[in-house]
RNA sequence: CGCGGGGUGGAGCAGCCUGGUAGCUCGCGAGGCUCAUAACCUCGAGGUCGCAGGUUCAAAUCCUGCCCCCGCAACCA
């Protein structure tokens, strides 16, 4: 992994408080992150902030923010103002570690960003304006769809909707079909735009086949008031696409258009700013979404992109639904998981686990409390907390000091008094199947091998009684108990990091204080079986996860 | 014939591409152990792999048809 790392997930729509949706990709994107940074080449990049850029944010326009605002009584930017920091303090609790936060009302570079793209679009001939017909509803003050039609008629105020007419720009995507079928297919081999999981990609390239129609870029004023004003036109309102999508680069300044000092514009590319080149150009550039906007990321931007003469992106990595107790969470079924209830009852790393555990990247996952329950005890409590514990505990009753398992000879013997010496020779091979199954994105997989690390663990000491010896030998077998436990904390640490952290700081290796720290990296020497020469004694034990009523 | 995903012991899944004793996690039952957070370990019960055909010495796995569930179908993470 040379090349630098730009992630992004989708950007949040804040009309309400976060829910459990909002949560599953940023944990699924913090993990990623955090696996790019602790394995990044730390000759070539020494500070993470040089490897790896994690940008999430807020899409605060549109109509809904409007109506919503409206009916509680403030302005739209009140509203957004409000709740944002709902998102941002949730993020924070669940350590979310993004580098860079963007809002759409963030007239410094968003809206510049977006209306110098929006010219370039139109000078590109991408834009064309046109009237457009639909079904309105006057109570909804929109444009009905099909599905929210009931025999003919509008859900809500059970009303014919009305035809009308209005002027929109639209982009004209359906020139690009066979350029993004190029693209896709590519993406599919190397070189294109990847999609993961590929049955997503076979998804889309079928909808190109199904045919492409040009997507409406504008409102008029007069239906959409909270947005960034076309370039140029006075009586249009971007909608949502070049607005939202856009924050990909804005949040680089790419064109330079904010004009502030940070970002210098570079030579080379000319209008093109610094951060632009750095983590655009010449980075390697992933998106994490979620696959209701999948065509969007797949089709729209890719056009957009290429039409305003800008590089496409690498990647597109699109997970799933979280449901709910089995259903669809929605307010009506009253199923809706608050997370900061999950976080109440069982911390923030529980969620995370859980989250990476039971969602694989791609697939739809279901949230429910027994589950929940049912993994934090066999999981967390169970396998992990009590495999520390014991080992631990056995090795405190000895006086603490443990000895480098690299030192003893292995003899015929061995396999009784060194346990160790099988993960061992393994040691690589975990480690390589746990960084192939990162490199396919499968985190479920990745987290597997951890968890039966801890199985593994288990199995031994009942086997081999340890309790059982005495002197020596009880301490060389328990080190290596513990250095497995070692090996297992480093496995968790993108997934759940402040307990890996406490698991390393119980077991008092040399390193952790340092492990939280962005620049930390996961070297081949902490890979080694017996690597930690200076790590000669283990610290008190404690109840890494409590038993929750 | 709109598109896609899926149907494997009680639950959730792997296996299917590259046919050859049906596997994992959880739950359940019985035993064991006692270092540990009533934890941990072992063994066991439980499946005609959606249905029906076909190919083959042999199919969960390949082919054909059908049934059922779930998403998406243009602006809901």
Redesign the pocket.
């Known amino acids: 992994m040379p090349q630098r790392q730009y992630i992004t997930t ?1 950007i ?2 804040p ?1 309400a408080a976060p ?4 949560v ?2 940023k944990v699924l994107a913090d993990v990623v992150t955090r696996w790019k940074r602790l394995s990044r080449d730390a000759k070539k990049f020494p500070k993470a902030e040089d490897a790896v850029r994690f940008q999430i944010g807020t899409d605060e326009h ?1 109509v ?1 923010i409007q109506r919503t605002a409206e009916k509680e009584g403030v302005t739209p930017k009140e509203l957004v103002d409000r709740n944002v920091p709902l998102f941002q303090d949730l993020y924070g609790r669940l350590q979310i570690s993004y580098d860079a936060f963007v809002r759409t009302t963030d007239k410094k570079k968003h809206w510049p960003t977006v209306q110098a793209l929006w010219e370039k679009l139109n000078a590109a001939g991408k834009l064309e304006k046109r009237s457009y017909t639909g079904l309105y509803c006057s109570g909804c003050e929109r ?1 009905m ?3 929210d039609l009931e025999d003919g008629k509008c859900a809500i105020h059970k009303a014919a909707p009305e035809e009308v007419t209005e002027e929109n720009y639209f982009f004209t ?1 359906s020139k690009d079909a066979a350029w993004l079928k190029t693209l896709l297919t590519e993406g599919m081999k190397k070189g294109g735009y990847q999609i993961v999981p590929d ?2 990609a ?2 889309t390239l ?2 190109i086949e ?4 040009d ?2 870029f504008s409102r008029p004023k007069s239906s959409l008031a909270w947005g960034i004003p076309v370039p140029g036109d006075e009586d249009h309102v971007m ?3 070049c607005d939202a999508l856009t924050n990909y680069i804005s949040g680089l300044d790419y064109f330079g258009a904010g004009g502030i000092s940070e970002v210098a514009r570079h030579e080379r590319t000319g209008d093109v700013s610094r951060l632009g080149v750095e983590w655009w150009d010449d980075a390697e550039v992933t998106h994490v ?5 999948s ?2 990321h797949a ?2 931007w890719p056009a957009m992109l290429k039409a305003a003469g800008v590089r496409t992106p690498d990647r597109l990595l699109i ?5 709910s107790e ?1 259903e ?2 929605s307010k009506s079924l009253g199923n809706v998981v608050v997370p900061q209830d999950v976080i109440e009852k069982y911390g923030v790393d529980p969620l995370r686990f859980y989250l990476s555990h ?1 969602v ?1 990247v791609g ?4 949230f429910s409390w027994e ?1 929940f329950e ?2 934090y ?15 631990l ?2 090795i405190q ?1 000895e006086g603490g000091e443990i000895i480098n398992i690299e030192k003893f000879k292995y003899g015929s013997d061995d396999m009784y008094w060194n346990p160790g010496k099988e993960w061992a020779d393994n040691s690589t091979s975990y480690w390589k199947v746990y960084s192939e199954a990162f490199s396919e994105f499968k985190l479920n997989s990745a987290l597997e091998i951890a ?1 039966n690390l801890m ?1 593994i663990g ?2 031994r ?3 081999l ?4 010896l005495s002197g020596p030998d009880k301490i060389k077998m328990l080190s290596a108990f513990a250095e497995l436990l070692r090996h297992i904390s480093l496995m968790l640490l993108p997934f759940i990091p402040e307990t890996a952290q406490r698991i390393s700081r119980q077991l008092n290796v040399p390193y952790v204080e340092k492990m939280l720290e962005k620049d930390f990296v996961i070297t081949d020497e902490m890979k080694q079986w017996g690597s930690q020469k200076k790590w000669k004694k283990v610290g008190e034990p404690e ?5 929750v009523e």
């Open positions: 989708a949040d729509y009309n829910h459990m949706g909002h599953l990709e549109g809904k444009f769809t099909k599905k995507l049955f997503r076979n998804e079928s909808l199904q045919g492409l129609e997507v409406s909608y949502v696409w979404i979620g696959k209701d906007i065509r969007f089709l729209i997970h799933g639904f979280l449901t089995g669809k969470m039971e694989p697939r739809d996952g279901d589950r049912e993994l005890d066999s999981a967390l409590r169970n396998k992990l907390g009590n495999l520390l514990n014991r080992v505990i056995l009753k968890v199985v288990n199995g000491i009942d086997d009684k340890p309790w059982s109840i890494l996860f409590p038993k």
